[in-house]
């Protein structure tokens, strides 16, 4: 399925990397890794295994820090930020986990209540219920509130694992490998879902995976991370149309063209 | 035989290695210590200023205090009644069989009750917190926490810890109450002693102090085993290895630490008797 192109603010970036780095004792991930992200877009990370995608997005969410470089978000420098800024700021950023990390002790309901009684003091009950109810709506899945992860499939976890970010109405949506471990179906509904959510919540999305379908379906710009940095940027025909020998078997090894 | 060889008994790079690994332990356990000094010095930071998880910290009581009561009710009410039997006989030598109430409170109120409370809840809580830490951070739900604008550590590690704090005195006033009631049966059965007249002779000896010093050991062993489960759990390391390596670390090291601050407290209130 093609995606519809949502409008894109080419003027407005709601994301800015410049000459970011970061190691894990003497190996470099990132070796100065430089990223927009503009208003209204899809922008999908594709990479190998280790090649610090999940490092990425970890560092512009604030859970990791940089070694070196800047990140800036919404306006707002990460790394100039005091603890309470910070935390207002990952309000309005959607972290979407590869694993859901779906709170196992609580129900499909208290799951998605957390993140709004915590951030919204005083919450009447009813507007709970209804900010619950519409955000089950979005991913299609109203009958499981009270159901345990447990209970749940890969897929509907990782639905779940989406309305959980989306009820706060996050302005940045990061998505750590959406469609990993699951079957090529539902890994079809999960990007159809990706697309509902940037037009449904005006949404300016990254998306880390190394599934090309995912990217396809979901991208409007593919960058290539290699060796620490982004090798190669645009279109999903234009980055797929070259003869560098570590890029195409990546296209090679995958069956859609 | 030659006298003049030099080779050294141990081999050089054998040594350097040997070296190198104390080094390396060295430099590990100061690490550790500085690590678990920087997490206690957060939890005063962040416990204690708003906003208050009340809810919370009442569900952790709550859990704490479920998690045990089978077994501290079980093990408190055995104690109470081997340790009257097993000191009769010692007694029945003097013909001081009717020091047993006061021998029994003395030991149990001053010692047993807050230190086989806390081993126990070491067992139970401590390495259910620390197991249980640790499967969020392995599966990334503490993160995920962060990311949604809640301070995970004032959530799950402020309100754990207080809650074992809190708890932890009042499990081990029963846990003193219950053995109490251990040693009367074996009184009772022996001697016929009636309740009341045991009751009088159990509380005799005991003066202010031992119930201060039980009150404070309990409270201490408490924020012991929430902070060490907490700590272990909190920074366990990836992968199912990591939680069973949390929960396990968290037993062992809280009734290590229980054990030397049993001893640290004995020694000081005996300088106020």
Redesign the interface.
Known sequence: MEKQKAPIDHKNAVIRVHGLKKAFGDYEVLRGVNLELYQGENLVVLGRSGTGKSVLI?VI???LQADAGTVEVLGQKIDQLT?KEL??L??R?G?S???S????SMTVRKNLE??LV??R?GIGRKEIDTSVERVLEAVSLSQTINQMPSELSGGQRKRIGIA??LI?NPEIMLYDEPTAGLDPITCIEINELINEVQERYKTSSIIITHDLTCAKQTGDRIAMLLDGKFQREGSFEHVFDTDNARIKPFFDYNFIK | MDTTDTTPIIPEPVKQKRFAGIRKSLTDFFASLYNINSFIIRFFKEAFLPPYEFKEIIRQCYETGVRSFTLISLTGFIVGLIFTKQSRPSLAEFGATSWLPSLVSIAIMRALAPLVTALIAAGKVGSSIGAELGSMRVTEQIDAMEVSGTNPFKFLVCTRVLATTLTIPILATYTGLISILGGFLNVYVNEGTSYRTYIGQVFDPLSFIDFTAALIKSIVFGFTIGIVGCYQGYNSSSGTEGVGKAANGAVVTAMFLIFIEEITIVQITSWFR
């Open positions: 970890k969410s604030g859970l603890t935390q207002a990952r309000i950023i972290f986990f590869q694993n990390a779906l709170y196992d957390f993140p915590r951030n003091r959980r970010t706060l």
